[in-house]
């Protein structure tokens, strides 16, 4: 399915299919993990692996994994580009983390191979189940047509 732009030379975004969504989650392992600490929203990165229609990641000790296992639902959103064709896609991940407490599922996602970028005592496992998967793709727009006159308008000096 396909939005259609207001503009002829403006390219439409296409709104992507569920399994669509998924096999692009499966092709990247960093994301945006979205959550609610205090009375705020934050926002860390995550590498994550995809397993049966979940996402798991793991942390250690701290604000995010406190905020993710909140009663507050998260949000998980990644994306990518392929350079050569210039599309992009985006697709968010909402639902509920909780952690993997229970030994065999440790150990299945254990065999997940996911590794944290970040050094420290990672030793916390938390699986995102989705209550919704949305998805989109889009030709990256050349950055010629952001230009506005105001580009070009002189800066203020620094004194």
Known sequence: ????????DTPETEVL????????????????????????????????KVDHG????????GTKLHAALSDAPVALEADGVNAE????????????ALAVRLTQDVLDTVGLLLFPW????????????PASVTGRRF??????TWWTPLDQAPAASHE
């Open 1 to 8: 399915m396909t939005n259609t732009a207001p503009g002829a």
């Open 17 to 48: 299919e569920t399994n669509t969504c998924w096999e692009l989650l499966r092709g990247v392992s960093v994301g945006r993990l979205a959550v609610w600490v205090d009375d705020h929203p934050d926002i860390f990165p995550v590498n994550y």
């Open 54 to 61: 979940s996402l798991v990641f793991r942390t250690g000790e």
């Open 85 to 96: 064709t210039g599309v992009a896609w985006s697709v968010v991940v909402k639902g509920q």
């Open 118 to 129: 970040e050094a420290g005592q990672k030793d916390q496992f938390i699986r995102i189940t």
């Open 139 to 144: 030709k990256v727009t050349p950055p010629v």
